[in-house]
């Protein structure tokens, strides 16, 4: 279930669909598994994010990744029969002046950032051989 109260189309900020495989999970309650691919998702992002120099980490109560009160990359998965359908938001270069104008993720108290944002400007392409 999405938590925002509008999705913002446009130049689309780093997503992608990592394989994971399921079956190191099998003996995990289906409601662990969701927790334990999130948290893996996330700490992808803040490795990568250590790459940058960037110290980033995670907010209790929420998803994603954050760099202080700021997020960086927003996470969705959906869990169904074992199969996975999930997504990374992760703001590169991403044009933040949109996020003023909507309720990003129903967060209203903290706001988003990005690696621009932060002072690294990296292309999306070279972020994603990194992460390859």
Same mark, same amino acid.
């Given at each position: 279930?999405?938590?925002?109260?509008?999705?913002?189309? @446009? /130049?689309?900020? &780093?997503?992608?669909?990592?394989? *994971?495989?399921?079956?190191?999970? +099998?003996?995990?309650? $289906?409601?662990?598994?969701? @927790? /334990?691919?999130? &948290?893996?998702?996330?700490?992808? *992002?803040?490795?990568?994010?250590? +790459?940058?120099?960037? $110290?980033?980490?995670?907010?209790?109560?929420?998803?994603?990744?954050?760099?202080?009160?700021?997020?960086?990359?927003?996470?969705?998965?959906?869990?169904?029969?074992?199969?996975?359908?999930?997504?990374?938001?992760?703001?590169?270069?991403?044009?933040?002046?949109?996020?003023?104008?909507?309720?990003?993720?129903?967060?209203?108290?903290?706001?988003?950032?990005?690696?621009?944002?932060?002072?690294?400007?990296?292309?999306?392409?070279?972020?994603?051989?990194?992460?390859?």
């Amino acid at each position: 279930m999405r938590k925002g109260e509008v999705l913002k189309l @446009g /130049i689309v900020p &780093y997503m992608e669909g990592k394989e *994971i495989q399921l079956k190191a999970f +099998e003996r995990v309650k $289906k409601d662990e598994t969701d @927790g /334990i691919l999130v &948290y893996k998702l996330e700490e992808t *992002i803040i490795k990568l994010l250590e +790459e940058y120099g960037i $110290k980033a980490g995670r907010k209790p109560k929420y998803t994603g990744v954050w760099v202080g009160d700021e997020k960086i990359c927003a996470i969705g998965i959906a869990v169904r029969r074992w199969i996975t359908w999930h997504g990374i938001a992760f703001n590169v270069n991403t044009d933040l002046s949109y996020f003023g104008l909507i309720n990003a993720c129903g967060i209203t108290e903290f706001g988003v950032t990005s690696m621009q944002k932060l002072g690294i400007n990296e292309d999306i392409e070279k972020v994603k051989e990194k992460n390859g």
